[in-house]
């Protein structure tokens, strides 16, 4: 992203589609500090993501701020719990509702 031309970016996981926008900009809010070191060298996609990026930042000398954690999809429990998510917040990751929903639809006939 930066090698790109940005000069913020918030790691957010990929796989937590119903974060609303409020949550991302409180993250840019909490920026101050152009930092791209801290994003090098990090385990993407692993379990080690968020604890290599805040020892990345304490080795930067930068203070960290983690918003409220939202679950994610890692299990087939996960898809159950967001099919309920999606009823009760309808209009939210429409495309991912819509394939959950194809999904889950022909299991319950």
Not at 5 to 32: C, H, S
Not at 77 to 103: I, T
Request: proline share 6%.
């Amino acid at each position: 992203m930066f090698a790109g031309g940005y000069e913020q970016v918030v790691v957010i996981g990929t796989d937590t589609p119903w974060m609303n926008p409020q949550t991302v900009r409180k993250a840019f809010g909490a920026l101050r500090k152009f930092a791209p070191e801290v994003f090098r060298g990090i385990p993407w996609s692993t379990h080690r993501v968020c604890s290599s990026t805040l020892h990345a930042a304490t080795r930067a000398n930068l203070s960290a701020k983690l918003l409220r954690k939202d679950f994610d999809l890692d299990r087939p429990g996960d898809l159950l719990r967001a099919c309920r998510l999606f009823k009760k917040y309808p209009k939210r990751a429409l495309h991912l509702a819509n394939v959950l929903a194809a999904l889950v639809s022909p299991i319950k006939d």
